[in-house]
């Protein structure tokens, strides 16, 4: 699905996307390749099916190997010019019983959600620090950052911290690198039914949801070239809650 028309230029910009392969990720990069970005993107494993835009190239690489994730910031920048935008979005955890979980999957929740984007921004830094411009990174977080997470206690704690890291970076790196972050809620993508069951099960959760609805992956899209762009040069250490009004509260009865 297109991500529809955008008011923002990006024609001159290098825009690099984690986990581009396939939903949220795959919706940022055709949005930035629609107006006018050369993106990269990288993901653990190829897209299913190919990009419709020559503006876009994948890298199968994995984000938490910091050697593997410099080296392609370097080939990027090469074969670019330089980057304008890194966009976190890679992450993601199954659900498990806090009491059962492992110490090693909560180690790699942590790598991937967390870990990763910190060591990545720190990566790109020099490459953004001298730009004309500067540079923008946005930071893809949850609403599981604002709320208890049953079963996903080690996400939640990893999105809540990637939040105060964009403040923090906010503040150290500017003017010359804004940082900000999209706070998501409940998005629509091929991996819905995986993680929220039936139509029964997701209508229960969207009657909880002021909007209505789950998110569709070109609205988290929209709210990233927002903040990526040089029109929002005086937005930094944001959070954009992206979430369609939250949930409503379970304690207060919905009007009939």
């Not at 653990?44 to 984000?63: G, K, L, N």
């Not at 984007?117 to 604002?146: K, W």
């Not at 029964?200 to 762009?229: N, Y």
């Amino acid at each position: 699905m297109s991500s529809g028309k955008t008011r923002y230029d990006f024609s001159d910009q290098t825009v690099l996307v984690t986990g581009g392969s396939r939903g949220i990720g795959r919706q940022i990069c055709q949005a930035f390749a629609e107006a006018g970005g050369q993106v990269f993107t990288c993901s653990r494993r190829a897209p299913e099916t190919p990009f419709d835009s020559d503006r876009i190239q994948c890298e199968s690489i994995d984000v938490r190997d910091p050697e593997a994730t410099a080296g392609w910031l370097a080939r990027c920048s090469e074969r670019s010019g330089g980057i304008d935008v890194l966009v976190n979005n890679a992450g993601g955890a199954p659900s498990v019983v806090s009491a059962e979980a492992p110490p090693k999957l909560t180690n790699k929740i942590l790598e991937l959600n967390l870990n990763a984007p910190l060591v990545l921004a720190t990566q790109v830094h020099p490459y953004m620090v001298d730009r004309e411009h500067g540079g923008a990174i946005v930071n893809i977080v949850s609403i599981s950052s604002h709320r208890p997470t049953p079963t996903g206690a080690v996400y939640g704690a990893a999105k809540a911290g990637l939040m105060n890291a964009t403040t923090s970076l906010a503040v150290e790196w500017g003017p010359q690198i804004r940082v900000n972050c999209v706070v998501a809620g409940l998005v629509e993508t091929e991996l819905t039914a995986d993680h929220y069951g039936d139509a029964k099960s997701k209508s229960v959760i969207t009657d909880a949801i002021p909007a209505g609805r789950f998110a569709r992956a070109e609205e988290i899209a929209h709210a990233v070239l927002f903040l990526s762009a040089r029109d929002s040069s005086y937005v930094s250490g944001a959070a954009l809650e992206v979430y369609g009004g939250g949930e409503w509260p379970p304690t207060i009865p919905k009007p009939a």
